[in-house]
Structures are given as structure tokens and as C-alpha cells.
């Protein structure tokens, strides 16, 4: 059973900075990507930023210059190390991981909340 954890969301003011962290366990496949996704109150789902299993990144526009994703394979993890962060990224992160079997897995989310 595959499983994501996910952990360090919080408080912080604006143009502070956090990092976002998801272990992956239990996959018997090979991973395509790992991604963060966000979800605002009364907004549409996001994708903020993309790893691939070969290490490519892509970015939302809305983060690109102040977020970043990155990986260690060893420990099947991935971060997203935010910074300048404004209270318009405040939201629910969600860690996904998709397989080259073509299943998707969810983390259960972490929230990041942003003072102005």
C-alpha cells in the first residue's frame, strides 16, 4: 500500500519561508514524478511544481523564482522549499506521486497559512 507523508506546513508571516517535505513507502513501481499540488479556499486544484524521475522541473508562474521542488531518490522524498511567500499562497499542499504504471497517489495534505 503506498503511502505519503507529509509534513512541514505552519504559520508564517509574509515573505517568510517554509519547507515542505513528503516520504513516499510502499510502491512497487517506478516513479514518473513527484508533485505538489495546492487548493485554496474557493479555488481550483493547483499544480505548483513538478520533479520528474529524471530530475526536470516545471513551476506554476505563480511560484517560479520563489519555490522549489527537488528530490532524494534514496529516501523516495521530495521538498518544495518556499520562500517569499505571500498570503496568496496560503492553501492546502497535497504531495502526488504518479507511477509509470499510471496510478496517482495522494498525500493527505498540510496546511500553509500566510499572514500579511
Known amino acids: 500500500q503506498v503511502q505519503l507523508v507529509e509534513s512541514g506546513g505552519g504559520l508564517v508571516q509574509a515573505g517568510g519561508s517554509l519547507r515542505l517535505s513528503c516520504a513516499a513507502s510502499?510502491?512497487?513501481?517506478?516513479?514518473?514524478?513527484m508533485n505538489w499540488y495546492r487548493q485554496a479556499p474557493g479555488k481550483a486544484h493547483e499544480l505548483v511544481a513538478t520533479?520528474?524521475?529524471?530530475?526536470?522541473?516545471n513551476y506554476a508562474d505563480s511560484v517560479k523564482g520563489r519555490f522549489t521542488i527537488s528530490r532524494d531518490n534514496t529516501k523516495n522524498t521530495v521538498y518544495l522549499q518556499m520562500n517569499s511567500l505571500k498570503p496568496e499562497d496560503t492553501a492546502v499542499y497535497y504531495c502526488?506521486?504518479?507511477?509509470?504504471?499510471?496510478?496517482?497517489?495522494w498525500g493527505q495534505g498540510t496546511q500553509v497559512t500566510v499572514s500579511s
Open positions: 520533479i520528474t524521475s529524471g530530475g526536470r522541473t
Open positions: 510502499g510502491t512497487q513501481y517506478s516513479i514518473n514524478s
Open positions: 502526488n506521486l504518479r507511477v509509470v504504471a499510471g496510478f496517482s497517489y
